[in-house]
């Protein structure tokens, strides 16, 4: 039986997706997890993978077209297969059909799936839904939250879950109508890309003979095919000595709503929204919430403690407590690559001490009636840029074959999260003025502090800062950030002995560190850089000219 494919909303501003390209063409056989088309959204143009096996029978729209979310995108089905109900069906104006009734669980449902369940032809299923790659690097994904439960009747366009991938946490709507009657994993699980995510079909289906036909097939996700049940295992105290401890209780798991003045009073308070109960529509938090609430404890042993919440506690001396927690998808993501980095990449580093006084005075007269503030921060990147401009072999990438130099000037910004670090970029960072550059790099704190970056804002860097001047750190050194070829770490401006016109004065002195990729960029090419950014800050009228 044909199926349709709609347009999936891959961002969660998106409202409507343009057709970069088609990977597959009418007549062409498509195998779950096979490239079916790039899409263009708001934020980024994303890799769409079919969910089912099939003859493509219809393309909602060539290259260049756009479709709104939930729109007729693609159909798959049988050779020859008459589809033409279903272009009725979706037709722009036409009535949705009505969504399968809820019914209960069956015990099928979770049933652990024996080795003599009947073959299954895997590529008839159009049932299954496979974990879908929402991110050009992403491996597998984590299940941050399930929106439907195992017998909840589901229509195409509802959210299914909150995904976690190396990069964001994602939305994944369903492509079809039906019950959900299996989920591959529970919340905090997580799943390989193209291994089983869950089954939506009817009542009676054989649950069990799909998983079998599903693990049979996908012998590297045969672990992840099968439920298994959440089982934390922290390290608890010695049987001698079992204290209790006082843990807040949580009331929110995964995807937290909550309105905008509520998210900004607990913030005020320092209230963890996970404790708070919401008593607006659908569990929402609303400012009553945070207004009334008040810490809830309960006393739990020290393995309990662990499962629910990190505590901090006083201990009697010798006692042995440590808590293990699960490593993110986006931990794991930045070890990997700043692992890469350092053990490929031979690293060297230059240290230059920057006289920081005519800066300083300078950032008092431009913020004197500026709508925009401008940080120090704001200053060096301004700098950088223009000496990134003077010296394009900074402003590299080793490719392996060949260096590339780029002409454009893209700078990552490092911004510290609670679940590790995020390098957005500000585009054509040269041609920007400081107050352009100012706003940017506010909007994408603010982003990233809100978890809302997408793919489009942290790719494409040449050249990258990392400031923990505002930590009161005076100097570091950074890993440089692939594919550039260098990152600039900036220390903090603190007051010393200076030597100006032979006299011992008090100046303001910033010291900053560029790691260098020696396969690119040799210490005569650093140090040129390094010498045209302290002049540019040493003379920052030089920046506005």
Not at 194 to 214: F, Q
Not at 289 to 299: E, G, H, K, L, M
């Amino acid at each position: 039986m044909a199926e349709v494919i709609l347009m999936p909303r891959l961002s969660d501003t998106m409202t409507e997706g343009v057709i970069a390209a088609w990977h597959k063409k009418v007549g062409d056989t498509v195998k779950k997890g096979d490239l079916l088309a790039e899409i263009e959204t708001d934020k980024a143009t994303m890799e769409l993978d079919s969910y089912q096996t099939g003859v493509l029978l219809h393309t909602g729209v060539s290259v260049g077209g756009k479709l709104q979310v939930n729109d007729l995108l693609a159909i798959l089905g049988q050779p020859g297969e008459d589809i033409s109900a279903l272009l009725a069906q979706h037709a722009p104006g036409s009535a949705a059909q009505p969504a399968v009734k809820p019914t209960e669980a069956t015990s099928a449902t979770t049933t652990q799936p024996t080795a003599s369940a009947p073959a299954i032809d895997i590529s008839k299923m159009e049932e299954v839904v496979l974990m879908p790659r929402l991110s050009d690097t992403m491996t597998e994904g984590v299940i941050a939250a399930w929106h439907k439960n195992i017998g909840d009747a589901v229509k195409k366009g509802e959210v299914l879950a909150d995904i976690e991938t190396d990069k964001a946490t994602m939305e994944l709507e369903s492509y079809k109508d039906g019950v959900l009657l299996y989920q591959g994993a529970k919340a905090g699980e997580k799943i390989q890309v193209n291994d089983l995510l869950c089954i939506i079909g009817k009542e009676g289906l054989d649950i069990n003979g799909i998983v079998a036909a599903v693990k049979h097939t996908n012998q590297q996700g045969a672990a992840s095919a099968t439920p298994a049940p959440a089982t934390i295992a922290p390290a608890s105290a010695p049987e001698a000595v079992a204290p209790t401890i006082a843990a807040p209780v949580v009331v929110n798991e995964g995807r937290i709503f909550v309105s905008p003045l509520a998210k900004k009073l607990a913030e005020e308070k320092g209230i963890d929204l996970r404790y708070v109960k919401g008593s607006g529509d659908n569990g929402r938090i609303i400012k009553a919430d945070i207004d009334n609430y008040v810490p809830a404890t309960t006393t739990a042993t020290p393995s309990a403690a662990v499962a629910a919440a990190p505590v901090v506690q006083a201990l009697p001396a010798g006692q042995i407590w440590y808590e293990d927690a699960p490593v993110s998808q986006m931990r794991k993501t930045i070890a990997r690559r700043l692992s890469e980095s350092l053990f490929t990449a031979p690293h060297f580093y230059l240290t230059m001490a920057i006289d920081m006084d005519a800066a300083v005075a300078a950032r008092v007269k431009l913020n004197e009636n500026a709508k925009v503030k401008i940080s120090f921060n704001d200053l060096v990147l301004k700098a950088t840029a223009m000496a990134l401009k003077q010296h394009p072999k900074v402003n590299s990438s080793w490719m392996s074959d060949f260096i590339r130099y780029n002409q454009h000037i893209n700078i990552g910004v490092a911004v510290a999260v609670d679940e590790g670090l995020l390098v957005p970029v500000v585009r054509f960072a040269d041609s920007l003025s400081l107050s352009q550059i100012a706003v940017q790099v506010k909007e994408y704190a603010q982003k990233a502090k809100d978890k809302k970056l997408q793919p489009a804002d942290w790719e494409g860097s040449t050249f990258t800062i990392s400031n923990l001047g505002m930590f009161g750190i005076d100097q570091f050194t950074a890993i440089i950030n692939p594919p550039d070829a260098c990152i600039l770490a900036v220390g903090g401006i603190s007051q010393e002995p200076v030597v100006k016109n032979g006299q011992i004065v008090p100046g303001n002195v910033m010291k900053v560190t560029l790691s260098c990729d020696h396969r690119v960029v040799d210490g005569a090419t650093g140090a040129a850089f390094l010498q045209t950014l302290k002049s540019l800050l040493e003379e920052p009228l030089r920046m506005l000219i």
